[in-house]
Nanobody, 122 residues
Framework: QVQLVESGGGLVQAGGSLRLSCAASGRTFRSYATGWFRQAPGEEREFVAT???????YYGNSVKDRFTISRDNAKNTVYLQMNSLKPEDTAVYYC????????????????WGQGTQVTVSS
């Protein structure tokens, strides 16, 4: 079992930056794929970014070139650096871990955090 806890969300003005953290406990997730998803009110959960256990990264089209996913295996923590934030980035952001490989599909991920709210004002 893996427990995931996100932090770092908050209110930021458009054009600003935030860094989200996701701390994992229970089992080391060195060999897991880790990803970030987001969900705005009334909308479906959207893929944001993922990092495979190999270190390869993939991003959703709406965040490419603005967001960066990284991981510190020694700290069992994955990060999402978000730059040039836009009001449309407002959502609850979720961290997830997968034992079945990295993918943009939420169904692939076995473990989820509780989410952290990001609000971008215009």
């Amino acid at each position: 079992q893996v427990q995931l806890v996100e932090s770092g969300g908050g209110l930021v003005q458009a054009g600003g930056s935030l860094r989200l953290s996701c701390a994992a406990s229970g089992r080391t997730f060195r060999s897991y794929a880790t990803g970030w998803f987001r969900q705005a009110p009334g909308e479906e959960r959207e893929f944001v970014a993922t990092m495979c256990w190999t270190g390869s990264t993939y991003y959703g089209n709406s965040v490419k070139d603005r967001f960066t996913i990284s991981r510190d295996n020694a700290k069992n923590t994955v990060y999402l650096q978000m730059n040039s934030l836009k009001p449309e980035d407002t959502a609850v952001y979720y961290c997830a871990a997968s034992t079945r490989g990295c993918a943009s599909a939420a169904q692939v991920y076995d473990y989820w955090g509780q989410g952290t709210q990001v609000t971008v004002s215009s």
